[in-house]
């Protein structure tokens, strides 16, 4: 009667261990579905808040070749923006005006303030 007991004890704990196993592969499953989760939403916040960063340092360099005269309107701004942003990022200016519906030299007219003080600063520079 003894061996039963003890045959019977010992099956229970397989049982039981192995119920545990499931359980925590189900529960380390439902973690990792959530640390992904949580991962994707921090990666696509990060994205977010570098195009607006992008954005506003564009707008800050705008503002400051345009200082004095009057407020270009939303249009034009936002244009100025991407030209910029895609120059910035080694887009060609062929490239750029496709992509606007431009021609080279309009592209080249509206970059050309924003090259100009890099290129005079980098000849500075050189010469010290």
């Known amino acids: 009667m ?7 004890l010992f099956a229970v704990a397989i049982v039981l261990l192995i119920l545990s196993f499931i359980k925590t592969k189900e529960s380390s499953s439902k973690v990792e579905q959530e640390m992904d989760q949580l ?4 990666m ?6 570098q195009k607006q960063i992008r954005n506003i340092e564009i707008d800050a360099e705008i ?9 270009s309107s939303s249009k ?20 750029i005006a496709a992509k606007n519906s431009l ?26």
């Open 2 to 8: 003894m061996e039963w007991a003890l045959a019977i």
């Open 39 to 42: 991962s994707f939403t921090f």
């Open 44 to 49: 696509d916040e990060i994205h977010q808040l």
């Open 63 to 71: 503002t400051v070749q345009e200082a004095g005269l009057l407020a």
């Open 76 to 95: 034009h701004r936002q244009l100025m923006r991407e030209v910029l942003d895609l120059h910035r990022r080694g887009y060609s200016i062929e490239n």
């Open 103 to 128: 021609t080279n030299s309009e592209i080249e007219s509206l970059l050309d303030p924003y090259i100009k003080p890099k290129n005079e600063r980098s000849k500075v520079a050189n010469e010290s």
